[in-house]
């Protein structure tokens, strides 16, 4: 298999896990700690899968084919020391990301993020998680906007428990149904939904007091 076949594999990991499996045995989890670490600690590698990764994993750890606890273990590692490393690289780079053109940064989505940021402060950390390329950038924001390490790292790490605890769960459970398998990118939309319609909502509210109020 060449590198391209395999970066293939990875984008796709809903459906070839079990073929990575076959393949590669217990390496698979050094695989998959890599992917998170990865789409958490590197913005230009945003597009990485993250939710169904989780999900997919705790299906198949329902089987018996990966460990449960092994499993949680080493992407909430992956998770945390990924966003540190992200932390740390917004902060070197600093507010130089908004006034240079870096072809590897996507400012839409860095703007995006800020204004995230912004609004619902450290709390995004958490809240960002279980929003698909916010979840990539939030880090690299807090450290541009320096927010001091130990109340990045308070929210950083309940964010990765919640994140990887919950997705790899509730895959335990219910990835092994087939309704729930074969409409998995419909159910990871509906969450994603789920946990950014509430945070708009929000939003718009505070936004329309703030008019009556003038």
């Not at 924001?141 to 990765?160: C, K, L, P």
């Not at 729930?180 to 939003?203: E, F, K, N, S």
Request: aromatic share 14%; charged share 15%.
């Amino acid at each position: 298999m060449d590198l391209m076949q395999f970066f293939g594999m990875i984008l796709h990991v809903d459906k070839t896990l079990g073929m990575l499996l076959a393949q590669y045995g217990i390496y698979v989890y050094a695989v998959l700690f890599a992917i998170v670490f990865c789409e958490t600690g590197l913005v230009v590698l945003f597009f990485f899968p993250g939710d169904t990764l989780l999900f997919i994993a705790g299906a198949f750890c329902a089987t018996g084919e990966m460990s449960y606890p092994l499993l949680m273990a080493l992407l909430i590692a992956a998770a945390v020391t990924g966003n540190t490393l992200n932390y740390y690289i917004g902060g070197a780079i600093g507010h130089r990301v908004f006034t240079h053109d870096y072809r590897w940064l996507n400012k839409d989505a860095l703007r995006r993020t800020h204004d995230f940021f912004e609004k619902h402060g450290g709390k995004t950390i958490i809240l960002a998680r279980f929003v698909p390329v916010v979840r990539t950038f939030a880090p690299f924001v807090a450290g541009i906007s320096d927010m001091t390490h130990a109340r990045f790292q308070m929210y950083n790490i309940t964010g990765a428990v919640l994140w990887v605890a919950g997705l790899v769960t509730a895959g335990y459970f219910f990835g092994n149904i087939p309704v729930v398998r074969d409409h998995l990118t419909a159910i990871v939309l509906v969450g994603v939904g789920a946990a950014v319609v509430p945070l708009a909502l929000g939003g718009i509210y505070k936004v329309g007091r703030r008019m009556l109020s003038r």
